[in-house]
């Protein structure tokens, strides 16, 4: 078991030794960077590929039919066909459209989502770089996708693209302060900003999710990650059949798979932070660290593609009012019941802490009620009959 | 949790269909063409045939010409046939019909007074030629009785019951005159 777990590092540092042999000591450093920078930059693509095909066939079966299956055998080629597709499209760029961004958007945009799976542990010791404010990190990259959204709709030089990137530019710079509030109460208690370090304090089976503001604040960031993805129901920047695609109208061809690679590739690196940060990582008892990784990270795309196939999109002014008018005080609730937790001895402080979190989420529920006008009364209207 | 409640349910629902998808066949409707295909059913109506009842010479069509002038589009071509002499007989010599005419309406099997056309259950018929390959002579019109039988059961054992019907009449009234 431990070999099973420990495969990849063997694997690498048998590789390591094997080319230490021809090689002078100085590069041995390069070649170890390599090594992890050409694993993730091979499974970063092939992952987006694959997800591509396993969102359509779980759409498909949530809709009583097969997905893709003419292609491969269970239309494992699929992806394969699709890329082949778009690389062998025009690329048309409107006449007057600013050449130089919309040349740059699709290609930047891809930067932030393979700059994050340098920071997440895959398993026991398996992480690319161990940074020490690595969750630090990954909140700042998840932060500079938006601009690239605007530039993309600001280059397309077409009304509709632009309004589809302003209200992208809305939606993700209102679902981040949620999104940083509900990991501040994993830092209080972990004592640290490095996703191996926030991994290890989760050790045995108290994973965060297990508290009370470990599950508010699970629950928080998961939303919020949904929502910087731009995935149902919160896709109204690409809002497919409303404003024709959003932001990336004006694209074809491999600039539009370069946008659909970056928001699968978020969409796993943001599964893979949660698992980390909130469902403990690779830690669990019996199999494989990265086994267990992935099982959790997968199980959060799973939740995320069934999300996808059951609810209808928000409207824009549904969105900001749930960002700021529901999750970001319950952020701030989260917050400070995990200082209360932290301070307070067992068991009294699971029930202050619950009991604080019941009575805001009360609370808020009361607030945010939807007012359903009252019936007219109308007057003067009809003749006296 | 009545604000969030709905969206549970919702999810519930679409969580059920996807696990019953692989289980029931009424959660996963779709037949996968042209390996499976859905069962054929009796009325349905497609290009004619002409039928024969025990050899292709035997065929009911006496050429009489009424499909021909009731079809709408007139995609029908008939031309009697006549022996050495130059009488005219009971048969067809030439029955083409153009199948990228014909619109499957059917008027021609409703009309027929000898029960000589009926409507096909075919439709893989996709041809490359419109002149050359999609108009159809009397030799590839010609189906027995049998397969009749086969596609349209209930239609042709009507139509049998009132062939041997009149065939007992005629019998009995030959008999009756030879009497």
């Given at each position: ?6 495969i ?16 002078p000591d100085w590069?041995?450093?390069f070649?170890s960077?390599?090594i992890?920078?050409g694993?993730i930059a091979?499974?970063?693509p092939?992952t987006?590929?694959y997800l591509t095909l ?7 079966r ?13 239309g ?6 699709d890329?082949?597709k ?7 760029i ?6 130089f ?7 930047v945009?891809?930067i932030p989502?393979?700059?994050?799976f340098s ?9 690319a770089?161990?940074?020490s404010?690595?969750?630090l990190f990954f909140l700042?990259l998840?932060?500079t996708t ?6 993309a709709?600001w ?8 309004l589809g990137g302003?209200?992208?530019v809305a ?8 999104m ?12 640290s900003?490095s996703?191996v370090?926030?991994?290890e304090?989760?050790s ?5 999710v ?6 508010a604040g699970?629950?928080?960031f ?6 910087e993805?731009?995935r149902?129901?919160?896709d109204?920047p690409?809002g ?5 695609a959003?932001?990336?109208?004006e ?8 946008f659909?690679?970056a ?5 796993f690196s ?7 940060v909130?469902?403990?990582?690779w830690?669990g008892?019996?199999?494989p ?5 992935f099982a959790?990270?997968y ?7 069934w ?9 824009v ?5 749930f960002?700021?008018k529901?999750?970001?005080p ?6 400070l019941?995990?200082g ?10 699971n ?6 979190l019941?009575a ?7 607030a945010n009620?939807?007012?359903i006008p009252?019936?007219r ?5 009809y003749a006296?009959? | ?8 349910k919702?999810m519930?629902?679409?969580l ?7 289980f029931?066949k009424e959660?996963?409707t779709?037949?996968?063409?042209p ?23 035997d065929?009911r069509?006496?050429?009489?010409d ?8 007139k ?7 006549s022996d050495?002499?130059?009488k005219?007989?009971k048969?067809?010599?030439?029955f ?8 499957n ?7 027929c007074p000898?029960?000589?056309?009926f409507?096909d259950?075919e ?6 030629g419109?002149?050359?390959d ?10 027995s ?8 059961p ?10 041997r019907?009149?065939a007992k009449?005629?019998?009995?009234e030959i008999?009756?005159?030879n009497?």
């Amino acid at each position: 078991m431990e070999n099973a777990d420990q495969i990849f590092v063997i694997l690498k540092r048998s590789l390591m030794t094997w080319a230490g042999v021809f090689l002078p000591d100085w590069s041995l450093v390069f070649l170890s960077i390599l090594i992890s920078i050409g694993a993730i930059a091979v499974f970063g693509p092939v992952t987006m590929m694959y997800l591509t095909l396993l969102e359509r066939k779980l759409v498909g079966r949530i809709q009583n039919r097969y997905g893709p299956n003419r292609v491969g055998f269970w239309g494992l080629l699929q992806p394969i066909a699709d890329g082949i597709k778009m690389l062998t499209k025009e690329d048309i760029i409107p006449e007057k459209a600013d050449r130089f961004a919309h040349f740059l958007a699709p290609v930047v945009i891809v930067i932030p989502a393979l700059l994050i799976f340098s920071v997440i542990p895959f398993g026991r010791g398996m992480v690319a770089v161990d940074l020490s404010i690595g969750l630090l990190f990954f909140l700042a990259l998840s932060s500079t996708t938006t601009i690239w959204i605007f530039v993309a709709a600001w280059g397309s030089r077409n009304k509709f693209s632009l309004l589809g990137g302003m209200r992208a530019v809305a939606q993700m710079i209102s679902y981040e302060i949620p999104m940083v509030l509900s990991v501040v109460p994993v830092l209080i208690v972990a004592g640290s900003f490095s996703t191996v370090a926030i991994v290890e304090a989760q050790s045995g089976l108290n994973w965060f999710v297990f508290t009370p503001w470990g599950i508010a604040g699970f629950l928080i960031f998961f939303l919020t990650g949904v929502a910087e993805v731009n995935r149902t129901p919160f896709d109204l920047p690409e809002g497919e059949s409303e404003i024709v695609a959003g932001f990336h109208t004006e694209y074809s061809g491999m600039k539009f798979a370069l946008f659909y690679m970056a928001e699968f590739m978020n969409t796993f690196s943001i599964s893979a932070i949660v698992a980390t940060v909130y469902l403990g990582g690779w830690q669990g008892p019996w199999l494989p660290s990265w086994v267990w990784f992935f099982a959790k990270t997968y199980a959060l795309i799973f939740v995320m593609m069934w999300f996808r196939g059951t609810l209808p999109r928000l409207r824009v002014d549904q969105l900001m009012g749930f960002a700021w008018k529901f999750l970001l005080p319950l952020a701030l609730v989260n917050l400070l019941i995990a200082g209360i937790w932290t301070e307070f001895k067992t068991p009294a402080n699971n029930i202050v802490s619950s009991l604080i979190l019941f009575a805001a989420l009360v609370i808020l529920y009361w607030a945010n009620r939807p007012e359903i006008p009252k019936k007219r009364v109308y007057r003067y209207a009809y003749a006296d009959e | 949790m009545i604000f969030g409640l709905g969206v549970l349910k919702g999810m519930m629902v679409t969580l059920k269909n996807f696990v019953l998808s692989y289980f029931t066949k009424e959660r996963l409707t779709t037949v996968q063409y042209p390996e499976e295909r859905i069962p054929e059913k009796e009325r349905f109506r497609n290009f004619p045939f002409l039928i024969y009842d025990e050899k292709p010479e035997d065929l009911r069509c006496v050429s009489c010409d009424i499909c021909a002038k009731e079809c709408p589009p007139k995609c029908i071509t008939i031309v009697r046939d006549s022996d050495e002499q130059g009488k005219p007989l009971k048969r067809p010599k030439v029955f083409d019909i153009d199948f990228s005419i014909c619109m499957n309406c059917g008027i021609c099997e409703e009309v027929c007074p000898f029960d000589a056309i009926f409507m096909d259950h075919e439709f893989e018929l996709a041809e490359y030629g419109r002149f050359e390959d999609l108009n159809y002579h009397k030799d590839d019109l010609l189906k027995s009785n049998e397969y009749f039988a086969k596609i349209r059961p209930q239609d042709a054992a009507r139509i049998d019951a009132k062939l041997r019907e009149k065939a007992k009449l005629k019998e009995t009234e030959i008999r009756g005159h030879n009497t």
